[in-house]
């Protein structure tokens, strides 16, 4: 019944549940250790061709045309812009660094752990089609933009759903983080496992954060 007469906040408390449950977090490391064991193998590669021409005999939906601009979500630079911005209004509002610290070391630490990832795996980029699409210099499993946007807009809905509860953060963090996973693919800058890499590293920097900001500044678990 009452997902009938709130099905906006019953979905939102959902996604809510779904990302920051213990056995989720457990699930998603546990995953990216088998992924990261056998992307090389046939069945991922052919998961990684099917996705890839998919992504380029597609039609050319205003999500698709508009790839590039919904990637700017997913930028570093972009996160640092918006996780400053974030910290420094509440720092405002609250007088108290309770918020900020966490706010800062989930941005840290999720592009941090990406880059050591990164050097660990040293997967090259994928091979493009189009000349439009412009090279990226690093490497590419997991996934930078998906992980770090999982992991900081989903901890800007845990903190900003304490304070603003009739917003229905969660769900607009899945949102932007779906246009960022669709952008990764339909560009072609990743590989599908480096997107599903990235997811499941996400939620793992997800909840670390978490336990930083509940363990560290409030005092609790």
């Known amino acids: 019944m009452y997902f009938l007469l709130h099905p906006i906040s019953s979905i939102n408390h959902l996604v809510a549940r779904i990302v920051t449950d213990q056995l989720s977090v457990l699930a998603s490391l546990i995953f990216f250790i088998f992924l990261s064991l056998n992307y090389k193998k046939p069945f991922w590669q052919k998961a990684d061709d099917d996705i890839k021409l998919w992504s380029n005999e597609s039609k050319d939906s205003f999500l698709k045309k508009r790839s590039e601009d919904f990637a700017l979500f997913g930028n570093a630079i972009f996160h640092i812009l918006f996780s400053v911005v974030l910290a420094i209004l509440f720092f405002i509002v609250k007088h108290s660094t309770s918020e900020v610290f966490p706010i800062l070391f989930v941005l840290i630490f999720s592009w941090g752990l990406n880059r050591l990832t990164k ?11 189009s000349n439009v ?8 499993f997991p996934s930078g933009h998906v992980m770090a946007s999982i992991s900081i807009y989903f901890f800007s809905a845990v903190i900003l759903q304490n304070h603003i509860s009739f917003i229905p953060w969660y769900l607009i963090a899945l949102l932007v983080s779906y246009f960022v996973i669709m952008s990764r693919i339909y560009l072609n800058h990743h590989y599908f496992t480096d997107v599903l890499g990235g997811i499941a590293m996400g939620i793992f920097c997800l909840n670390i954060s978490i336990w930083f900001y509940f363990f560290f500044v409030i005092g609790q678990i």
């Open 119 to 129: 050097l660990i795996y040293k997967r090259e980029r994928p091979e493009y089609s």
């Open 133 to 140: 699409v412009k090279r990226r210099l690093s490497y590419c």
